[in-house]
C-alpha cells in the first residue's frame, strides 16, 4: 500500500461567487415581464394564454421559452437565469425579458412550429417593443456557477471540508491522505451519500 499526503489550503470556495437574485429582485423581473405581456395585448390584440415564470434555468443562458406538452394539454413557462441576472440585472430587465416575452407572444400568434425562433415575427415583435433584437449577449460570466461540481464533505478538527471528486477518488481509489493545514488532522470522509 503506498500513502502519498498532500496538504491542502483550506480555501473558501465560494469567495467571489454571484449570489442568485434576491426575492424582491425577482419581484421585478415578474413585474416586468406583464408589463411586456400586457403591451403585446394591445399591440397585438393577443388573448394572453396562462404562462408560469420561473427562476431555474442553469448555465449560459440568460432566458429561455418553452412549452411543455402534456397529454391533453401545453403549458408555457419562461425561465430565467437568477445568476446572470443577479449579475447584469438592469441589463437582462432591459433585454432578456423582452427577448422571451417576445418568444411567448410570437407562440400565441404564430405557433412555435410555424416560425424560426429568431425569425421576421419574432423581431417585429421585438421592433414593436423598442428592444434590442441581438440574439447573443456577451455577459462576462465569472462567478456564475455554469456547470455543477460534486463535492465530497470532509471533516477535520476545524469543521467540514468540501473536496472534489478529482480528489476524493484520489483518497478512494489511490489511497491518498491530505491534511488539514490549520489543524494538520487527516481530512476524513463524512458518508453523506445517503443525503
Ligand atoms: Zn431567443
Ligand atoms: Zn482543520
Not at 434555468?57 to 437565469?81: D, T
Request: charged share 25%; proline share 3%; hydrophobic share 35%.
Amino acid at each position: 500500500m503506498t500513502t502519498s499526503a498532500e496538504i491542502i489550503q483550506p480555501k473558501i470556495v465560494h469567495a467571489l461567487a454571484i449570489e442568485p437574485l434576491s426575492i424582491e429582485r425577482q419581484q421585478i423581473v415578474i413585474q416586468q415581464t406583464h408589463v411586456y405581456i400586457e403591451r403585446a395585448k394591445q399591440l397585438f390584440k393577443i388573448k394572453a394564454a396562462s404562462m408560469d415564470i420561473v427562476f431555474n434555468l442553469k448555465g449560459r443562458a440568460a432566458g429561455m421559452y418553452r412549452v411543455k406538452q402534456q397529454l391533453f394539454s401545453q403549458s408555457r413557462e419562461i425561465r430565467y437565469n437568477t445568476y446572470i441576472f443577479s449579475k447584469h440585472f438592469d441589463d437582462n430587465l432591459k433585454t432578456t425579458v423582452p427577448h422571451e416575452v417576445a418568444h411567448y407572444v410570437s407562440d400565441i400568434i404564430y405557433g412555435l412550429k410555424n416560425i424560426k425562433p429568431h425569425g421576421r415575427e419574432w423581431k417585429k415583435i421585438m421592433f414593436a417593443f423598442d428592444a434590442d433584437a441581438a440574439v447573443t449577449a456577451n455577459y462576462d460570466l465569472s462567478g456564475i456557477p455554469t456547470k455543477k461540481l460534486r463535492t465530497f464533505i470532509y471533516q477535520c478538527a476545524c469543521g467540514d471540508r468540501q473536496l472534489s471528486a478529482i480528489r476524493h477518488n484520489k483518497i478512494k481509489k489511490r489511497r491518498y491522505q491530505y491534511y488539514c493545514r490549520t489543524c494538520k488532522q487527516t481530512l476524513l470522509y463524512k458518508n453523506n451519500d445517503a443525503i
